[in-house]
């Protein structure tokens, strides 16, 4: 682990990545282990995750998986730990906190579904049976951030509007926790995606967003943020709706699609008649 910049001055995350690293280097389940995050970046710091992706041949995928708490406690005296649920095509994670509080997140994938994407760029192989895993890593610098397929902004677009009336529901109802979950939702899902997308950069949902944004787009989002309070909610949603409409416009016809602004029209004008009504 000599090649992990700035892992020396983090004495408890290296004493934890090295437990790991001996823990699944000799078994043969195990096809590779790549560092990402911070810490393969070489800019860590007391509150950083170690990143470990555990790469397994795809026959030993499960058994290897079903021994994760094993694992977790071999390392050592676990805190805290849970299971993630998992993402179509991406990895099972298991997370665990230790004594110093240092968190782990074991990563495990499938080594078919391992190939050059941005989010390998920067990583540090640790463990590389076959060769493959730092051909992957080589491959993936430079290359640019995935764009939307067609279908997932036209699945996209069904989402937002659907779930804008959802809201505006809970909103007129007094059911305001639920209002504002779902207003979250939509910021979350639907719109830090598109964000992502028009600025050709990986979607990493809310990670350091502070330093991604433009002021303007920065000052548009905070206009979604709201209390507890229906007229602050409802507006919040309303700034959700221009936003969406900004963002829209060019991925749509980036991607050759139109779409039909009647049925949101629609949307729309029955929120603003039962707004207006619910005021009067």
Not at 22 to 27: E, G, I, K, L, V
Not at 114 to 141: N, Q, T
Not at 253 to 272: A, K
Request: glycine residues 8%; negative net charge.
């Amino acid at each position: 682990m000599d090649n992990v910049p700035g892992l020396d001055l983090m004495p408890a995350h290296r004493a934890l990545l090295e437990r790991a690293v001996d823990h699944f280097r000799d078994d043969e389940r195990v096809m590779g282990m790549i560092l990402g995050g911070s810490l393969a970046h070489g800019v860590p710091d007391f509150y950083s995750d170690i990143d470990l992706y555990i790469v397994t041949h795809d026959e030993f995928f499960d058994a290897l998986f079903d021994e994760r708490e094993a694992a977790a406690l071999a390392m050592g005296s676990a805190l805290f730990r849970f299971t993630v649920d998992p993402i179509p095509g991406g990895s099972r994670d298991y997370i665990i906190v230790y004594p110093g509080a240092v968190k782990l997140d074991l990563m495990y994938h499938r080594e078919s579904e391992i190939s050059p994407e941005p989010k390998w760029a920067g990583c540090v192989v640790l463990k590389d049976v076959s060769g493959m895993f730092e051909d992957v890593l080589v491959r993936s610098r430079g290359l640019a951030p995935l764009v939307p397929m067609s279908e997932e902004l036209l699945e996209l677009e069904q989402k937002f509007w659907t779930l804008c009336w959802y809201v505006f529901g809970k909103i007129v109802r007094g059911e305001l926790w639920e209002a504002l979950d779902g207003i979250h939702t939509i910021r979350r899902d639907v719109l830090l995606p598109m964000l992502d997308w028009t600025s050709g950069r990986p979607h990493e949902g809310y990670r350091r967003l502070e330093t991604k944004l433009e002021p303007e787009i920065a000052e548009r989002l905070m206009d979604t943020l709201g209390p507890l309070e229906s007229e602050a909610l409802y507006r919040a949603l309303q700034a959700e709706i221009s936003l969406f409409r900004n963002l829209r416009k060019p991925l749509f016809e980036f991607c050759g699609l139109t779409f039909d602004t009647v049925p949101e029209e629609q949307i729309s004008g029955e929120m603003d008649r039962h707004w207006t009504a619910r005021e009067t």
